[in-house]
């Protein structure tokens, strides 16, 4: 099964800002249609956590401690999707993965995302 591919992690200071990316491979992309995109996030020890989706139609859902700070975004054309991420905390600090259409779908390998305080 292909996975899809994030990018845009790395080291940024509190209070900064970065974006993720995520697109599929292009061995799927012209049969890569997905309804939902999404971002989760696992912690050392824990299990995966929501973060953010958004479906075809551009409608998002984002789980309550990244309201207001985090932005998801897709762009259909180019099938990616995005995760904009403002006003970074220590604890937002985890390995990021992008999702197709929930448990079924597609999954990334993640991308590590470390806030320093």
């Known amino acids: 099964q292909a996975q899809l591919v994030e990018s845009g992690g790395g080291l940024v200071q509190a209070g900064g800002s970065l974006t993720l990316s995520c697109r599929a491979p292009?061995?799927?992309?012209?049969?890569?249609?997905?309804?939902?995109l999404g971002w989760y996030r696992q912690f050392p020890g824990k299990q995966r956590e929501f973060v953010a989706t958004?479906?075809?139609?551009?409608?998002?859902n984002y789980a309550d401690f990244v309201k207001g700070r985090f932005t998801i975004s897709r762009d259909n054309s180019r099938k990616m999707v995005y995760l904009s991420m403002n006003n970074l905390k220590s604890d937002d600090t985890g390995v990021y993965y992008c999702?197709?259409?929930?448990?079924?779908?597609?999954w990334g390998q993640g991308t590590q995302v470390t806030v320093s305080s």
């Open positions: 999702n197709a259409d929930g448990n079924t779908g597609y």
């Open positions: 292009r061995m799927i992309t012209s049969t890569f249609n997905p309804k939902t």
């Open positions: 958004i479906t075809g139609r551009f409608e998002t």
